[in-house]
């Protein structure tokens, strides 16, 4: 079996443990990305969440992207937890935007936004841009994978 890298060092199952739920997937002398991680690895039980938008319990959608975004993450926590995980169990993000441009241009904006929700746990993450959602007004759109240790 083929070992990922994490720094110096493989990783493997065995570095798994309660405290330190997934690891971080990281090939000897690649750079390491700030604000994601290039992959995870973990054992446990997996929550999968929907693709969840910007919108509370009453669907009433926040208005403009940071707050959707914000929304969005609230949300995720909101369904993760009702599986029993916490944001240091997500895994993978995936992150669906009607525009990359409006995404870039609130990077500096959405960090804090993003710290405030999640902490500063990075899991592996994509972000795509997508011509449409099924809401018609939402902006953004994520879907989330957690692992709880067993």
């Known amino acids: 079996m083929d070992h990922a890298q994490m720094g110096d060092r493989p990783v493997s199952a065995s570095d798994i443990s309660e405290e330190n739920a997934l690891s971080v997937l990281l090939p000897r002398g690649w750079k390491k990305p700030r604000g994601y991680a290039n992959g995870m690895m973990g054992r446990g039980t997996m929550v999968l969440t929907g693709g969840l938008i910007g919108w509370d319990g009453d669907e009433v959608l926040a ?16 369904v993760l937890a009702e599986g029993g995980a916490e944001p240091k169990h997500i ?60």
């Open 63 to 78: 208005e403009g992207f940071l707050p959707q975004v914000e929304q969005t993450l609230r949300n995720i926590v909101a």
């Open 91 to 150: 895994a993978r993000l995936t992150w669906y935007v009607r525009s990359i441009d409006t995404y870039r241009s609130s990077l500096k904006e959405l960090a804090p936004i993003y710290r405030a929700v999640l902490g500063k746990h990075y899991p592996a993450m994509a972000l795509v841009q997508v011509a449409d959602l099924v809401e018609p007004e939402a902006l953004v759109e994520i879907e989330a994978i957690a692992i709880i240790p067993y």
